[in-house]
């Protein structure tokens, strides 16, 4: 018996040792095809990029996988305890694997056979680091030896909470959300810091399957996997039992962050910074390199433009008549479905989308768009409203068949089931407004002429409507606001304000081409300065005085200025019929607020890796001992400003119109198509335009003037509210003369029409009388008789050609 016994125990010691080494070649061969576990030390997830306001506030995140990367010393004890007992309450005591959760595993898997239900697995956090960032996800025994080798191997190079660390940084939630910093801003809208019990104890949930735990499509069942892992945590120690038993009290509490962007009014702007970085960096580097992007928009001035704006394409467009309903629905049943199904402008929330019940003589009678839950279902509750003839009366003259009618009641314009906007009327329960998007279009930038600093930027009406950005990608004619770029030109070559020039008619001959340019008005005043050519924005003068120079040093100083790459030297681009951008007039007028100094438009100040290292930043300005190791009573540093001086700081003061210490500029294109305006103080400059996109006529007698400069005055109105009035810096070295100021020559005192004129050093009042652009004959210097009013002005005392 004892032979035999022996026997058989050879045999088994035998066996064993063979099926030993077989598993030791077998985990030998797996050994060598493991992937290295070192590139977890050099670990880089994708990281969200967040780009903010200058004044902190959050603009819009990107990501393909949002997530905020957060050092495991800065995830708080509560949200540890969470994870390690949802996942791996023994993590800190095992060597990887966790030998009496595996055993358990087995064990039901044993008993669960042939019972269809799932198998279950015992997967440490460590394992599941090795599976999440060296294996795939596939189900075999294969890969779960690997990942088993895997995660004695890691436990080996790395500490516990280094491997905790990279968990809650890597593992997926749901909505999007990646590591535990972005689930708790994409669930809850808070910080990691500021989760309670409970909604730690839900995110802990989530890693075993998010879609299994959806907050709204199985809310009971995430309720009782939140509620099991408050029990491991009060089971192991971490909360008390009335915490425990309060925190499942609470309900889910989950209220989604929406993506994209958050600062109201941004849109345009952000997107533009969005290009800007994939132009810089790539899209890689946006969408998962982390940056910390802080631009210049002041969200306060923002809104202010986008108010202004928005109030000057409805004021035009509303005097263009109704053109109509949004769509149109059937009213006569449940209708809140439909209309939740229509799509509004979320960039306008002053806004709501409507669907008309009933019509009548004295009004509508509206059912208001229901909202949406978080979880994406329409509200059923049916909110109506009324709309009075009195605040639809816009619509009297509306649009049939492309010819504008007038209606005699509200009836006549809309029916039962048309969808229309409307706005609530302040202070009066259940009355609205009817409102339309308008066809009009316009861009707008607000920039600080020191710095170039973007402080604010609208690109049309609504971005939720069209994401073209007018400030910046729409090429148009800036008209007469052009013009004082080329009388920038000739004071800084030569020509001063009292320079005098012929105002009448001149045809230019160019091959076979005829042209016969006239002023806005159609009319000529005859000799007149350059002041007053400016001021009075006159074509003919603008034209002589480009051909007296050259055309070549206007498209110098045009190209100098940033209005334009590359100007063909044709005199009708004197006139502004070159196309620019709002960005580029505005940039050229801040350099004439600037002293006449570059600057280069920026809408980002700084940029930081997600290390928060800093990669690029705006201020090129030097500052030679601004890092001295000590101070031994030398002189405070100061910033080097090393602008190229594009225009004479004399040149720009003289164009520089005084009165509320404002200058500004209108333009209006050929046929009244676009309608500029651009003005600044010494510290603010804005510019914007009026016009369609496929651009046509505004109407007769629709200028720079009467449509730009409206909304310019609301802007600054308001932007200007409480701030110093500052007045424009003369630059040393300017005489002041006075002149008459019609001839521009010297006045003696008391002479009527005198003004006090500024002139740079070396120059002055003409000492005889002589007129730029009129032949030594007498003619307007085109071959023509001379106009009655240049007659006048020659025959006046003074007058004459020397």
Known sequence: MIRLIGYFFGIGTTLALMVAAGVAIYISHLSKDLPD???????????????????????????????????????????????????????????????????????????????????????????QVAKNFLLSSDQTY?????????????????????????????????????????????????????????????????????????????????????????????????????????????????????????????????????????????????????LSVRTTLDPKIQLIARKSMQNGLLKYDTLRGYRGPVTHIDASGDWGVALGNVKGLEDVPEWSLAVVLDSSATGLSIGLQPTRQISGDIVKERIEGAVSKEDMSFAMRHVVDGKTVKAKSPADVLQPGDVIFVQKNEGSEGAYTLRQVPEVEGGLIAM?????????????????????????????????????????????????????????????????????????????????????????????????????????????????????????????????????????????????????????????????????????????????????????????????????QVLDPMTGATIAELGRHIAGKTGTTNDEKDAWFIGYTPNLVVGLYMGYDTPRGLGHGATGGGLAAPIFKDFMRVALDGTPNVDFKVPEGMNLVAINRKTGMRAASGDPGTIIEAFKPGTGPADSYWVIGMGADGSNGAGGPLSPQATEAIQAPGGGLY
């Not at 791996?88 to 898997?109: E, Q, S």
């Not at 081409?513 to 003919?540: C, M, Q």
Request: proline share 5%; charged share 25%.
């Open 142 to 290: 294969e890969r779960k030896i690997k990942e088993m080798i895997l995660a004695f191997r890691i436990e080996q190079a790395y500490s516990k909470d280094r491997i905790l660390e990279l968990y809650l940084n890597e593992i997926f939630f749901g909505f999007g959300a990646y590591g535990v910093a972005g689930a708790a801003l994409t669930y809850f809208d808070k910080s990691v810091n500021e989760l309670t019990v409970a909604e730690a104890a839900y995110l802990a949930s989530l890693p075993k399957g998010p879609n299994n735990y959806h907050p709204f499509k199985h809310a009971d069942r995430a309720i009782e996997r939140r509620n099991w892992v408050i029990d491991q945590m009060v089971e192991n120690g971490y909360v008390t039992r009335e915490e425990g038993d309060k925190a499942k009290a609470e309900p889910l509490g989950v209220t989604p962050r929406r993506n994209g962007s958050y600062l109201f009014a941004g849109e345009y702007f952000t997107e533009e910074v969005r290009r800007q970085i994939i132009s810089r960096y790539g899209e890689n580097a946006l969408y998962e390199g982390g």
């Open 448 to 644: 600080d002429p020191h710095t170039g600093r973007v402080l604010a930027m609208v690109g049309g009406f609504s971005y939720a409507q069209s994401e073209f950005n007018r400030a910046t990608q729409a090429m148009r004619q800036p008209g007469s606001s052009f013009k004082p770029i080329v009388y920038s030109a000739a004071l800084d070559n030569g020509y001063t304000p009292a320079s005098v020039i012929m105002d009448g008619p001149i045809t230019i001959q160019s091959g076979t081409t005829t042209w016969t340019p006239k002023n806005y008005d159609g009319t000529v005043a005859g000799p007149a300065t350059l002041r007053s050519g400016i001021e009075k924005s006159r074509n003919l003068m603008t034209v002589r005085l480009a051909n007296d120079m050259g055309m070549k040093l206007v498209v110098e100083y045009a190209e100098r200025f940033g209005v334009y790459d590359h100007l063909a030297p044709y005199l009708p681009m004197a006139l502004g019929s070159g196309e620019t951008t709002v960005m580029r007039m505005v940039s050229a007028y801040s350099i004439m607020a600037n002293g006449g100094k570059s600057i280069k438009p920026s809408l980002i100040d700084r940029i930081q890796d997600r290390y928060g290292k800093t990669v690029f930043k705006q201020d090129e300005r030097g500052c030679e001992g601004c890092n001295a190791p000590e101070w031994n009573n030398q002189p405070e540093p100061e910033l080097v400003d090393n602008s190229e």
């Open 37 to 127: 576990y070192e590139v977890l030390a050099k670990y880089e997830p994708p990281v969200t990029t967040r780009i903010h306001a200058s004044d902190g506030s959050l603009m819009a995140e990107y990501a393909r996988e949002r997530r905020l990367y957060l050092p495991i010393q800065a995830v708080p004890d509560r949200v540890k305890a969470a994870f390690l007992s949802a996942e791996d309450k023994n993590f800190y005591n095992h060597p990887g694997i966790d030998i009496t959760g595996l055993g358990r595993a087995i064990y039901v898997n044993l008993q669960n056979l042939g019972s269809g239900r799932r198998q279950v697995g015992a997967s440490t956090i460590t394992q």
